[in-house]
């Protein structure tokens, strides 16, 4: 069983959270150290750890994380000037919280897609 990361308690509303969205299958709140004007983290109600612990049966709320980016987009007036969905894995994905979420970020023109280091 994978061990648990704050984002459960977001989910359960346990702990304080700017959340724009909820539903049965995900839950989306405001990244709380924002790197766009727009930066929402769009996240499975169900623990799943990196994408490399994704299963078949995951696929219906891993689809639904794209609806909603997509619904969450409109509401927040970026969609017509376009957006980012980045979805980090592990270590070398940069990846900090270990319960799989897709970062939406807008409102301004974003950089390169990959910082070279
Ligand atoms: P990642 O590096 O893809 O795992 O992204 C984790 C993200 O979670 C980072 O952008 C953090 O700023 C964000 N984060 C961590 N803790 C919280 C929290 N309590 N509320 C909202 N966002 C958080």
Partial sequence: MAEETIFSKIIRKEIPSDIVYQDDKVTAFRDISPQAPVHILIVPNKLIPTVD??????????????????????DEGIAEDGYRLIVNCRKHGGQEVFHLHMHLLGGRRLGAMVVKK
Avoid: C
Wanted: aromatic letters at 4%.
């Fill in 53 to 74: 612990d994704v299963t078949e049966e995951d696929e219906l709320v891993l689809g639904h994380l794209f609806t909603v980016a997509a619904k969450i987009a409109r």
